[in-house]
């Protein structure tokens, strides 16, 4: 098998390469670069620079690497920009998607992953999200992610391409210091740069019905997220016709303010945080039942919140060496 692994020099899609090549896969990773870095693609493994809107480029990419499954990242993954920019989030995270399906049908590649996320339920109102409960996405960005997936899910059911959509939920953590995240778009960077300024990390709401006040997350570890697709990849290459939906999430709730609580004991630091009026558009809490990925194909995390913080730590440290405390 030979994977090709779209968005695969970004922060999760960097974690799935790896995580595949430990496996024994082959990958190749297709890459705009519009966000991921060229550094982060292991040696050995192609590196072609493309955009999924490029019919063409993909096709010769499939081609020329004999790609046999697709695991496809490369999406534009922030909900407030996509706000501002629909049109561009669904050219990118719609449209690619389309080109990329046409792709690899022509190719007859039998097995495609599809990066989602639990922005697809929205604010649902339970305590546990099943995959069955009802997708009310809230931002545009969102909405992509549902809409790919009905994509993906038709394509399946009219080609026979083996198929699953991952829902991700709250993603952190890194492998090694050089494969953190280097954004600063939610809340344990936010939290980090707060506190390295000499500033009060902010909690966006304690008036939530939850038990602290503050709004409540399923955190899961990238490395773990990572395992999850290799585990996804290869149930759909050992036998076909899967149309699976899965959420990746450890199942288990942490607080905004028990964050900040693991960063304080992690990093050192011990700035109180100052809170602020809700952010619009936060649900009080999602956290995933992982009961169907556990009982279909006996995957579950590993990591725990403290293991994301300290590895989140390290590759902040990296990025900046100002923060580090003695
Ligand atoms: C977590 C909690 C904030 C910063 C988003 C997307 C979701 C997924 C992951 C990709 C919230 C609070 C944050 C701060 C705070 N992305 N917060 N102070 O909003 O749960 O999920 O990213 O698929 O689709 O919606 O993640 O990390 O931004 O926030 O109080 O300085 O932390 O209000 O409750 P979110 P987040």
Redesign the pocket.
């Known amino acids: 098998m030979t994977w090709l692994i779209t968005g695969g020099a970004g922060y999760i899609g960097a974690h799935v390469v790896r995580a595949m090549a430990e496996a024994g896969e082959r990958t190749v990773v297709y890459d705009d670069l519009s966000t991921g870095l060229a550094e982060r693609v292991p040696d050995g493994v192609p590196l072609v620079a493309g955009s999924t809107l490029d019919g063409d480029r993909l096709a010769r990419a499939l081609a020329e690497h004999s790609v046999t499954g697709v695991v496809h990242l490369a999406a534009k993954?922030q909900?407030g920009e996509s706000v501002d920019h629909p049109l561009e989030y669904y050219r990118e995270n719609v449209e690619g998607l389309r080109v990329l399906l046409e792709a690899v049908t022509a190719a007859e590649v039998p097995s495609f992953v599809f990066s989602s996320?639990?922005?697809v339920y929205g604010m649902p109102d339970v305590d546990l999200v099943r995959e069955e409960t009802p997708c009310v996405p809230l931002?545009p960005?969102?909405e992509t992610?549902l809409a790919g997936e009905w994509l993906v899910r038709a394509t399946g059911r009219a080609t026979g391409l083996s198929t699953a959509s991952l829902r991700?939920?709250?993603?952190a953590g890194a492998a090694a210091p050089e494969l953190a995240d280097v954004g600063v778009?939610?809340?344990?960077p936010?939290?980090f740069e707060?506190l390295t300024e000499n500033l009060a990390?902010?909690?966006?709401?304690d008036d939530y019905p939850t038990p602290d006040g503050?709004?409540v997350?399923d955190y899961i570890h990238v490395v773990d997220l990572a395992e999850a697709h290799v585990t996804v990849a290869r149930a759909l290459q050992s036998s076909a016709g899967h149309d699976l939906t899965l959420n990746i999430g450890r199942g288990e709730g942490v607080s905004?303010r028990e964050?900040i609580d693991h960063i304080y004991a992690v990093t050192g630091y011990h700035r109180p945080p100052t809170v602020t009026p809700?952010?619009p558009g936060?649900p009080a809490r999602?956290v995933a039942s992982a009961d169907r990925i556990a009982v279909e194909l006996g995957w579950e995390a590993k990591h725990d919140v403290e293991d994301m913080i300290t590895s989140a730590w390290a590759g902040w440290v990296r990025t900046h060496p100002e923060a580090a405390r003695t």
């Open positions: 993954k909900v996320s639990a922005a931002s960005y969102g992610k991700y939920f709250n993603v778009s939610n809340l344990i936010m939290v707060k990390p902010r909690i966006f709401g503050t709004c997350r905004v964050m809700r952010r936060d999602v």
